[in-house]
């Protein structure tokens, strides 16, 4: 299993990114996908999800902001970031969830600052 993510960058408040997680070596298009995130000194914590049927499930503080999709011809999830604030600094890393196990991507740096 393999997870890839890309998009990360610096970007001013009110800006936008564009993340994505390309995985493979497993049946992507069956499996829960996640992102996470973990700021300087802080817990890491679950921000987006995405079921294989494609609901979605995002933390109150992305809410409106954040928008979680995948691509299952291309086994790909994105999550794209609107309104970014300071405080959605952090590294950004995608999840799968297959069976009991769980895998992780390297992750993504997103700092928003002006």
């Known amino acids: 299993v393999q997870l890839v993510e890309s998009g990360g960058g610096l970007v001013q408040p009110g800006g936008s990114l564009r993340l994505s997680c390309a995985a493979s070596?497993?049946?992507?298009?069956?499996?829960?996908m996640d992102w996470y995130r973990q700021a300087p000194g802080k817990q890491r914590e679950l921000v987006a999800q995405i079921t294989s049927d494609g609901s979605t499930y995002y933390a109150d503080s992305v809410k409106g902001r954040f928008t979680v999709s995948r691509d299952n011809a291309k086994n790909t999830v994105t999550l794209q970031m609107n309104s970014l604030k300071p405080e959605d600094t952090a590294v950004y890393s995608c999840k799968a969830a297959v069976s009991t196990l769980s895998y992780w991507g390297q992750g993504t740096q997103v700092t928003v600052s002006s």
């Open positions: 070596g497993f049946a992507f298009s069956r499996y829960r």
